[in-house]
C-alpha cells in the first residue's frame, strides 16, 4: 500500500509534475554562470525533451526574452522541443563513417522507418538522428542505440537492430536470442 505522498504524486498531472522538475533544476541553476545550456540539458535529461511550456519560465528566471531561449533550443540540434521515441538511433555522418557506406545506410535507415533525421517513426519506437564521430571510426558505419554502440553497420544489421528493439519493446528479454546482442559481439571482435 503506498503512502499518502505517493498517492498525491500518482494522481499529479503529468505536465504539473514536469513543471515542478523544472522548477526544481531552474532554482539550481538560475544564478550560475552560463546557466541557459546547462538548464536545457538538465531539462532535457529530466523529461526527454524540453517542452515549450518550459520556455517562458526558463526565460524569466534568467532574464531572457523567450526567442533568445527558443533560440537557442532550435540552434542546437541535441535539444529536442517533443518527446523522443522509445529508442534514440545516433548514425555517424562524419568521413570516416561516410567513406565505408554511411550514406548508404542513412538512405536505408529513413526508408525502413519512413522519417527523416530528429523525426520518429509512426509507431513511436525509433527517433532517428545524425551524430558527428562515435569514436568508432575504425569500424564504420557507426551508430549508437540508446546507450550501445555498434559499428560495421550494413542496412542487413541496421534491419537486425530495428527488429531487435521492437522485439524488446514487445518484451521479448531471451538475450541468448536477441539479435543486437549478437550483432554487438560480432562486431566488437571485428
Ligand atoms: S567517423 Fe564515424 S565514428 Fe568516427
Not at 533550443?73 to 554511411?102: M, N, T
Request: aromatic share 4%.
Amino acid at each position: 500500500m503506498e503512502g499518502a505522498a505517493s498517492e498525491g504524486a500518482a494522481t499529479k498531472a503529468p505536465d504539473a509534475e514536469a513543471a515542478d522538475r523544472i522548477a526544481a533544476i531552474l532554482r539550481a541553476r538560475q544564478h550560475q554562470p552560463g546557466a541557459l545550456l546547462p538548464i536545457l540539458h538538465d531539462v532535457q535529461d529530466a523529461l526527454g525533451f524540453v517542452p515549450a511550456d518550459a520556455v517562458p519560465a526558463i526565460a524569466g528566471a534568467l532574464n531572457l526574452s523567450r526567442a533568445e531561449v527558443h533560440g537557442v533550443i532550435s540552434f542546437y540540434h541535441h535539444f529536442r522541443d517533443r518527446p523522443a521515441g522509445r529508442h534514440v538511433l545516433q548514425l555517424c555522418r562524419a568521413e570516416a563513417c561516410q567513406a565505408v557506406g554511411a550514406d548508404a545506410l542513412a538512405d536505408h535507415a529513413q526508408r525502413e522507418l519512413g522519417c527523416g533525421w530528429h523525426q520518429t517513426s509512426a509507431d513511436g519506437a525509433i527517433t532517428l538522428e545524425p551524430v558527428y564521430c562515435l569514436g568508432q571510426c575504425a569500424v564504420g558505419p557507426a551508430l549508437m542505440a540508446g546507450t550501445e554502440l555498434h559499428g560495421g553497420v550494413t542496412p542487413a544489421r541496421l534491419d537486425a537492430l530495428l527488429t531487435a528493439l521492437r522485439q524488446r519493446d514487445a518484451g521479448y528479454d531471451d538475450a541468448r536470442q536477441d539479435p543486437v546482442a549478437s550483432m554487438s559481439d560480432d562486431e566488437v571482435s571485428r
